[in-house]
Every structure is written in structure tokens, then in C-alpha cells.
């Protein structure tokens, strides 16, 4: 069976840092590109980061390029996003996605407060 | 380019046939597949439609999607009181390099 778990989420202060991570199983996690997408408060879905299956490609919304830096460790099957300089515009729900979108990780939730 | 547009809610009542739109430019909807995603209260989006038009194994034949020039369309007909949840499409945009999503439609079973 096909599992994503995200993990990391929490309180950090504004222009703190957080690296999430996606633990991955069920597939064959080095032959996939994966995804992070967000979902603010009552808001939705926001397009945040890609990698490409070995990891040397990669993709960043301007809204977080040059704060965060999406990486992977397919020898963990690991997917990971380090967020810095957060704001309160980056509180989210963050997903981790496989690149046929079928499937989902559950989330974890990022809150931005002082 | 243009982010996708759909209309912020849509409502039927169970049996009826609702269809969502989503409007977006050349760059994405008009150049590239739509996928369509529900998402249930407190989940995870679920994958609905792949391709503009497949449903991915387990989706019931009541979904349907389509796609003409720059816009796409859902249906889903039989409306069932679970089928209650946010809707949203998506694309690739060849402007960005990277996927966008529609604003999302709320769907109300009356």
C-alpha cells in the first residue's frame, strides 16, 4: 500500500525555520517527482515545490523561492521541504503528493505566530 | 498567464447534475491535461479526473470531466449527499513551469 506521512509541522515565529519531511512507502519512491502543496486557513490549494526523481531539477512558487528549499533522500524514501524566513502568509496545511497526484500524504500544519 | 477560475460555490439537490467550471488561459488549461481533485472536510485532496476526462480506479462513473480550448467542466451526476466537499481543477502552466490550481468550488447538497 501506497503511504506519504508528512511530519515537522508546529508553532514557529515569523522568520523562523522548519523542515518537514514526507516519509514515503509502498512504491518505488527514487522513480517518482514529488510535491508540496499548501492550504492556508479556509483557503485553497497553492502550488509550493517540486523535485525531480533523482533530485536535480527543481521547482519553487515565487511566493516562497529563496526561503525554502525542497530536497530528497531516496536512500530514506524521504521527501523533505526546509522553510525559512517564515511569515504569517506561509501558515498552511502542507502536503506532500506524488506526481501522479493519486497520492496524498495527510498533511501537517504549519502555524506562523509570535 | 491566468490562474484558473471556477466559481466559488455550486449547489444541487441529491439526483440532480451539477458541472463546475474552470476557466484558464493558453498557458495552462488551453496547452495541458486538467485533473480534478475533491477534498472532504479535514482531508486530504483525492484525485477525481486525470487526463481532462479519466477517473482513476475506484471513482464513480457518476464524475465526469471535460475540456474545450482554455476552460474545463466537472460533472457529476446522481448528486449524492457525500458527494458535499470542495472541488478544485489544476493544470500545468507552460509560463510558470509548475502546476496551477483553481480557486475551488464549494459544493452544497441541498
Known amino acids: 500500500e501506497v503511504q506519504l506521512v508528512e511530519s515537522g509541522g508546529g508553532l514557529v515565529q515569523p522568520g523562523g525555520s522548519l523542515r518537514l519531511s514526507c516519509a514515503t512507502s509502498?512504491?518505488?519512491?527514487?522513480?517518482?517527482?514529488m510535491h508540496w502543496v499548501r492550504q492556508a486557513p479556509g483557503k485553497g490549494l497553492e502550488y509550493v515545490s517540486a523535485?525531480?526523481?533523482?533530485?536535480?531539477?527543481?521547482y519553487y512558487a515565487k511566493s516562497v523561492k529563496g526561503r525554502f528549499t525542497i530536497s530528497r533522500d531516496n536512500s530514506k524514501n524521504t521527501l523533505y521541504l526546509q522553510m525559512g524566513s517564515l511569515r504569517a502568509e506561509d501558515m498552511a496545511v502542507y502536503y506532500c503528493?506524488?506526481?501522479?497526484?493519486?497520492?496524498w500524504g495527510q498533511g501537517t500544519l504549519v502555524t506562523v505566530s509570535s | 498567464q491566468s490562474v484558473p477560475t471556477q466559481p466559488p460555490s455550486a449547489s444541487g439537490t441529491p439526483g440532480q447534475r451539477v458541472t463546475i467550471s474552470c476557466s484558464g488561459s493558453?498557458?495552462?488549461?488551453?496547452?495541458?491535461?486538467v485533473n480534478w481533485y475533491q477534498q472532504l472536510p479535514g482531508t486530504a485532496p483525492k484525485l477525481l479526473i486525470y487526463?481532462?476526462?479519466q477517473r482513476p480506479s475506484g471513482v464513480p462513473d457518476r464524475f465526469s470531466g471535460s475540456k474545450s480550448g482554455t476552460s474545463a467542466s466537472l460533472a457529476i451526476s446522481g448528486l449524492q449527499s457525500e458527494d458535499e466537499a470542495d472541488y478544485y481543477c489544476?493544470?500545468?502552466?507552460?509560463?510558470?513551469?509548475?502546476?496551477?490550481f483553481g480557486g475551488g468550488t464549494k459544493l452544497t447538497v441541498l
Open positions: 509502498g512504491f518505488t519512491f527514487s522513480s517518482y517527482d
Open positions: 523535485i525531480s526523481s533523482n533530485g536535480g531539477s527543481t
Open positions: 489544476a493544470a500545468w502552466d507552460d509560463s510558470l513551469n509548475g502546476w496551477v
Open positions: 493558453s498557458s495552462n488549461i488551453g496547452s495541458n491535461t
Open positions: 487526463s481532462n476526462n
Open positions: 503528493a506524488r506526481d501522479d497526484w493519486d497520492h
